[in-house]
């Protein structure tokens, strides 16, 4: 069983950063291509950043810049490194596990940003 956990959202200031992680267990290979999204009530989730198992990146346009996203295959773990955050970077972060045809998602994480 595949297991994702997100943890470090919280409240900030705009201009402010925060890091969020998300860490996997259980059967998977630490080669495993995962992403982060978010998503505001009443629209659909939108991918915020990917990183393959190989470590290529892709993001959003919205947070080009401003985001990073990293991962400790070691620790099965991937990062996203928030910069100059903006109050429209309020949502709640997911963070996705693909692995052959099946997608695991986490619980998710709140990120609020004031202005």
């Known amino acids: 069983q595949v297991q994702v956990v997100e943890s470090g959202g919280g409240l900030v200031q705009a201009g402010g950063s925060l890091r969020l992680s998300c860490a996997a267990s259980g059967s998977i290979f630490s080669l495993n291509p995962m992403g982060w999204y978010r998503q505001v009530p009443g629209k659909q989730r939108e991918l915020v950043a990917g990183?393959?198992?190989?470590?290529?990146?892709t993001y959003a346009d919205f947070v080009k810049g401003r985001f990073t996203i990293s991962r400790d295959n070691g620790k099965n773990t991937v990062y996203l490194q928030m910069n100059s955050l903006k109050p429209e970077d309020t949502a709640v972060y997911y963070c996705?596990?693909?692995?052959?045809?099946?997608?695991?998602w986490g619980q998710g994480t709140q990120v609020t940003v004031s202005s």
């Open positions: 990183i393959s198992g190989g470590g290529r990146t």
């Open positions: 996705r596990l693909d692995r052959g045809s099946y997608n695991y």
